[in-house]
T-cell receptor, first 112, second 110 residues
């Protein structure tokens, strides 16, 4: 079946540190891949997406590359800020499906 | 732009009570969804509606019913609330590859 696995949090970093949040997936065919961010007390917001192999999604300094050979979509940022503290969700949308399947989320805490 | 609007934002219910969560989107999207979010479990799909007039079960439909009233509105009903339904509920809509979420409804069943 289709599933998404994320690294468990919380991830605690100092401001300006490099961020990686790992995400791997299981799916048939060619799913679309997403990262969503949830700030405290708010709903989920789309951060970035990639719809085919080797695509790189990017937004607000965050990047993720769709790697079909390793079934991964790791989220990276070169220099995190305190305002990046949030929960990050990796998700996939299978081929020809309306459903979005989420990972369990990774909480990021950035200290000044 | 309102996007996806859901009400109420907070609700406390007693076990056995019923209630309806309302959701409306103003983006003319065909597809709409209801998810629940529980600690350590991410978001799980309760029901979805691919288009007006159709609804389908997701991963965790038991204890819930839905109504796609028209293209804009998709409501979620708890007929007899249970403590296990204490959660944060998110409505969402999509067209193409991107799903947009509402701000969430915090429901506590005591």
């Amino acid at each position: 079946g289709n599933s998404v696995t994320q690294m468990e949090g919380p991830v605690t970093l100092s401001e300006e540190a490099f961020l990686t949040i790992n995400c791997t997936y299981t799916a048939t065919g060619y799913p679309s891949l997403f990262w969503y961010v949830q700030y405290p007390g708010e709903g989920l917001q789309l951060l970035l997406k990639a719809t085919k192999a080797d695509d790189k999604g990017s937004n607000k300094g965050f990047e993720a590359t769709y790697r079909k050979e390793t079934t991964s979509f790791h989220l990276e940022k070169g220099s995190v800020q305190v305002s990046d503290s949030a929960v990050y969700f990796c998700a996939l949308r299978p081929d020809s499906s309306y459903k979005l399947i989420f990972g369990s989320g990774t909480r990021l805490l950035v200290r000044p | 732009n309102a996007g996806v609007t859901q009400t109420p934002k907070f609700q406390v219910l007693k076990t056995g009570q019923s209630m309806t969560l309302q959701c409306a989107q103003d983006m003319n999207h065909n597809s709409m969804y209801w998810y629940r979010q529980d600690p350590g479990m991410g978001l799980r799909l309760i029901y979805y509606s691919a288009s007006e007039g159709t609804t389908d079960k997701g991963e965790v439909p038991n204890g819930y019913n839905v109504s796609r009233l028209n293209k804009r509105e998709f409501s979620l009903r708890l007929e007899s609330a249970a403590p296990s339904q204490t959660s944060v509920y998110f409505c969402a809509s999509s067209e193409g590859n991107t799903i947009y979420f509402g701000e969430g409804s915090w429901l506590t069943v005591v």
